[in-house]
């Protein structure tokens, strides 16, 4: 299909429909639309700039109100509001309070705990010191016997100790040192008998 | 020669018109109020009643006509604005409330020179006018000024402010929607 064709199909259906309607335009008229646009802009414009005046009033009106000193409920309601505020505060310092009172305590009772678990147990102590002299009475008995060779000396320290602390793991030793003696005794006893008699038998 | 004359006693309106002749104007609108109402017809999906549009033209016309330097024709720029009030027309189309339907009606050049042809059913008439109506509006506006207005391509571009090379790139799309919306009807009506 060619333009030519298309132009003519256009052209008839176009020629087919209704004739454009339009009244008549004189500059008369066409002044008065002019006019009547500028009248109808001027109207919007007067419009807004008088809705905004409006507005920037009843805007200020407000913000007055809300500025004006508050009404005594208001104030009767804001002074209860402190009062509280007030009592909470106080009653979270009190808290505080307590609580650093109470570390404070703990932290004394935890040092006198230490001190007192520094201090020795005295039962312990008197053992100790038991002990010790027990030891000293058989070392001095020792040497009685040994360096000294006063036998009746060192038994009767032997003896001494038995008789001074018979718990002590010291006694037993002295116990088994009269034993030795005891036995070394016998023995020299048996020797000198044997001395004694006739080279016959 | 007459094309000449023509621009000639065009120019000769305007510049009365800039010295506050009234008389000048009128005669303008008397020279291409035909033409603008037609145009306006013709894009607005032919309506009948395009008294708004034309005034509106005129108006902008009468308003901006002193601005006018005389580098296309009068016709061409009283097109450029009829154009564009369309454009607004149609968007402003659901908001308009008053339709004035006027007894002295004009007839266009356009269907001085249809009038000898064999007439149109009215089923297919319509059909054509709604698949031109269905193009998109910048192959609309091209068929329209190309076909039913007689404008040439250059002149078309000059109005529409688009290149020559694109208003026949227009025009081959539209015919091709054309031929895709009317199938056979092109064909047998040719």
């Known amino acids: 299909m060619s333009e030519e064709q298309i132009r003519t199909l256009l052209q008839r259906a176009d020629a087919a429909a209704d004739a454009p309607a339009f009244g008549p335009v004189s500059t008369g008229r066409i002044r008065q639309r ?23 009033t009843l805007w200020t009106i407000c913000m007055r109100v809300e500025k004006s ?30 609580v650093l009172e109470k570390d404070r305590q703990e932290r004394h009772l935890a040092s006198l705990e230490a ?32 360096e000294l060779s006063q036998t009746e000396s060192a038994v009767a320290a032997y003896k001494e100790v038995i008789q001074l602390f018979p718990e002590n793991r010291w006694a037993d030793v002295a116990r088994e040192r009269l034993s030795q003696i005891e036995r070394r005794q016998i023995n020299n006893s048996d020797k000198g008998e044997a001395k004694c008699k006739p080279q016959s038998a | 020669m007459a094309a000449m004359a023509k621009i000639t006693e065009e120019q000769a309106l305007v510049e009365r018109f800039r010295r506050g002749d009234d008389s000048a104007f009128d005669r303008i609108v008397e020279r291409h109020s035909a033409e603008v109402a037609a145009l306006a017809n013709r894009l607005l999906g032919w309506p009948g009643d395009v008294d708004d549009v034309v005034q509106d033209v005129f108006v902008a016309a009468f308003v901006h006509l002193k601005k006018f330097r005389g580098e296309c024709r009068l016709r061409t720029w009283l097109f450029t604005i ?38 149109m059913d009215e089923e297919t008439s319509v059909r054509i006018r709604g698949a031109v109506q269905a193009l998109p509006r910048k192959y609309r506006e091209v068929v329209v000024l190309r076909y039913l207005q007689g404008l040439e391509p250059g002149e078309v571009g000059e109005l529409l402010g688009i290149r020559v090379n694109a208003v026949q790139v227009r025009l081959n799309r539209a015919k091709k929607r054309l031929k895709e919306q009317l199938g056979n009807l092109l064909e047998e009506k040719s």
């Open chain 1, 34 to 56: 002019i006019h009547r646009r500028w009248f109808m802009r001027s109207a919007a414009l007067m419009t807004v700039a008088a809705v905004t005046t409006v507005a920037a």
């Open chain 1, 69 to 98: 000193p508050p009404e005594p409920p208001a104030i009767a309601s804001l002074e209860t509001q402190i009062e509280q505020l007030r009592a909470q505060t106080d009653a979270t310092l009190r808290l505080v309070q307590e």
């Open chain 1, 115 to 146: 001190e007192l678990a520094s201090i020795p147990d005295p039962k312990f102590e008197i053992e100790r010191q038991v002990d010790k002299t027990a030891f000293i009475l058989v070392y001095q008995a020792d040497k009685l016997y040994k």
């Open chain 2, 82 to 119: 009829t154009v564009n009030k369309c454009r607004s027309h149609r968007l402003r189309r659901r908001r308009r409330l008053r339709v004035r339907r006027l007894d002295d009606v004009e007839v266009t050049a356009g269907h001085d020179q249809t009038a000898e042809r064999p007439a």
